[in-house]
Structure formats: C-alpha cells, structure tokens
C-alpha cells in the first residue's frame, strides 16, 4: 500500500467512525441524493457481540479500500446506520423492517445464523439487497435473489475437513442445538456421509455449560473423527471437557479455528486439534489485507475481519452499478469476482454462494502465546459447496 493510500485510507475511517459510529435511528433520510443509505444489522451485544466487532471493523477498513478513501459513490456519500440486534431474530427482523420503512435499499449484518434465515425473506418480500455477515447457514445460499453472502458457509468448512477423514468410516458431529449446529450436521452427512461415512450426531443445548455428559457420548461412540462445530462464550468449558474425558487424545478431532480470543480455551489440548479455518491472521498477504491490517486496532486481523471487508466491497460494487435500483445491484453481484483479504472471491451467479479459498492449520504455544500455522489450502473451487436451488 502506497503512503497516499495509507493517508486517505486513515483519513475516511477517522470520518467514518465520527459519522457512523452510533446505532439506532439512521444519521440522514433516506431518498436524500447527496448519500446513499445502507444499514447494519448485526450483533453489537449477545452471545456473538465479538464476531460483529471484528465484522464492522473490517467492514469499515472495505468501505475506505474499496472507495479509494473517499466514502462516497461518485458525488454521494455512504452512510451506514448501525443496528444491534442481539443476536435475537425478534429484534433483527424489526431493526430490518424500520429500515426498509424509511427507505433503506441496501442491508447488511448477520452475525448469527438464525438471524440471517429471518433477515433473508424481507429483502425478497421487499426488494431490497440483503448482504449477510458471519452467518454460517448454508440457508443462506440461494435463499431468493436478493439475498448474498460475504462470509463463508457450512458445507465450506466441512469440505475443508474431509481431507482430514483420510481411511475412516465412523463420524460424530458435536453440535448445538441451533441453526449454526443443524446446518453443519446437514454438511457432514452430505458431505462425508456422501464419501462412504456413517454420519451420527450429539446435539448440545445451547444454553448447556457442563459438557461432561456429551464428552461421554463420544466416547462411547468411538468415531474415527469427530467434527466439533462450536461458537459463543461457552467454547472454553466445552474443549476442557472434551480433553479431560480423553476425547482429543482418543481420536482424531476436527474443529473450526475460532477467533484468537478463544485459542486460548483450547487449553492443552489445541495442540492435539485438526483445525479447519475460514482465515487467521497472516493466513494470506496481498493488498487488501495490508490495508485491513493497516485500519484494524492493534494491527492484528481476525476471523471475521474478512467477512465485513468483503462486505463493503460487495456493496460498494453494487452501488456502483445503481445507488437506488436493488435489482440492478442484483445483477452486477451475479459473478462477480474480486480481489479481497482472503485472496480471489467470486459469487456464483446461480445460487449466489461465495466461492473462496479455505485453509487447514495447526496450533503451537497455548494461552496468549499460541499461534496458528497454515498446513494447507484448498482453493476456492475445491471448496465450493453444491449448488443451491434459488428458492424466489
């Protein structure tokens, strides 16, 4: 990144965060000609509160990279209003409905999946474009025409992991009981379930906190691989579990790296993990990283950093081809490929899926210490799950 870069780039998320850092009632009317309006759906608080922080962090680096410093759309400036939704679809759907009432055209967020799987139907009912966030359902792809992704989806993980089954036959997928778990367990079954496996599954209650029974549950099962789709604050006491019941020294287990707040939950046993990743910092360098990793605090990248800056690149692109006409915005989105923090993303025009580059790694050192190394990297068309059918 060129330093003139680096000013303009400092320069508009300093303006951006003074104009559009609160949430709740929009900054400016929409049908104003002199902005374009977009809003922020996504988790400020709740269980995934972390995951939106990094979400909007990257999302406001992508608006500065992606308008060339500017924040505008030629002579019209972007302005995001910032929703918290909790990670509750109630609050979401209304947050979505009170935007689109005063004339929003373009939507965005999404950290959780049932989120996601609510928001989506609106923007159908009421033609508007709808890019989800960190939401992981695959649901999400080919949900209705205007419905889009930024980040990954389920099956992407899953198709990660199966180089990971290698001979086995006997697979278990730890899970919670939510539309997170249920779309994975729907993943591995189609997935490795479609490779020869015998696909069995241990749905947790989201709310549990003593995991010892469940950790007994597959130890009884005796897999050849378990596949842990886990997210939120409970994680730590879910791997502790899992380790002291010998599960991680027992058989060969295969999770999602989570972002670098959690690898320290892993405890001692992050060691002993097969870890399938949707990015992690220093995972891939090019320049959209260079300036995400110029903006972000610390200068460190995240897991869903990426999500968020590919979210605005997206949007911007759309607002390119119409500021006000969400069908226009539909079509230039259809197979668009573009150059982001993760490397080469394009969007398949059928289904809307997000075809990208996926990456296995491992953990050395543990607490505060540890660090993620890559092992491998499946490319964006290994990785791309089955196409949807679009649903309207």
């Avoid at 870890?275 to 990793?293: I, M, R």
Wanted: include cysteine; charge should be neutral; proline fraction near 4%.
């Amino acid at each position: 990144m060129t330093t003139s870069r680096r000013t303009l780039l400092g320069a508009a998320l300093t303006a951006f965060v003074a104009t559009a850092s609160g949430c709740g009632s929009p900054q400016g009317s929409a049908g104003d000609n002199s902005s374009i309006d977009v809003g922020v759906v996504y988790s400020q608080s709740g269980p995934l509160a972390s995951y939106g922080a990094q979400y909007a962090e990257g999302f406001k680096a992508g608006l500065a990279y992606a308008t060339n410093g500017t924040g505008k759309i030629g002579d019209r400036t972007v302005n995001v209003t910032w929703t918290d939704d909790a990670g509750d679809p109630v609050k979401a759907v209304s947050a979505a409905k009170d935007l689109i009432g005063k004339g929003y055209k373009v939507l965005a967020g999404s950290t959780s999946s049932g989120v996601g799987l609510q928001v989506a139907p609106l923007a159908a009912e009421n033609k508007v474009l709808f890019v989800s966030g960190p939401a992981a359902t695959d649901g999400l792809t080919g949900a209705n025409k205007y419905t889009f992704r930024s980040g990954r989806q389920s099956y992407q993980d899953v198709l990660t992991a199966k180089a990971f089954l290698g001979d086995g036959k006997k697979v278990t997928v730890f899970a919670p009981d939510s539309a997170f778990g249920k779309s994975n367990v729907d993943a591995v079954t189609k997935v490795l379930g479609g490779a020869g496996a015998t696909v069995t599954s241990i749905a947790v209650p989201a709310s549990a906190t003593d995991f010892t029974p469940f950790a007994s549950q597959i130890k009884a099962a005796k897999p050849d691989l378990v596949f842990v789709a886990w997210a939120g604050t409970t994680a730590g006491a879910m791997w502790q579990a899992l380790d002291q019941q010998g599960v991680l020294a027992g058989t060969k287990v295969v999770t999602g790296l989570d972002i670098r707040a959690s690898w320290a939950g892993f405890g001692a046993g992050g060691a002993k993990l097969n870890l399938l990743a949707h990015y992690f910092d220093g995972a891939v360098d090019n320049p959209a990283y260079q300036a995400l990793k110029a903006a972000v605090p610390g200068g460190r990248t995240d897991l869903f950093h990426p999500d968020g800056f590919a979210a605005a690149q997206m949007i911007v692109h759309a607002l390119e081809a119409s500021p006000d006409d969400a069908d226009k915005m539909v079509t230039a989105l259809e197979g668009y490929s573009f150059d982001s923090v993760k490397g080469k993303l394009t969007v398949r025009a059928e289904d809307h899926a997000l075809l990208q580059p996926m990456f296995q790694a491992k953990l050395t050192g543990a607490g505060d210490a540890a660090t993620a190394t890559a092992t491998g990297t499946i490319d964006a068309e290994a990785a791309a799950p089955p196409a949807a059918a679009m649903k309207g």
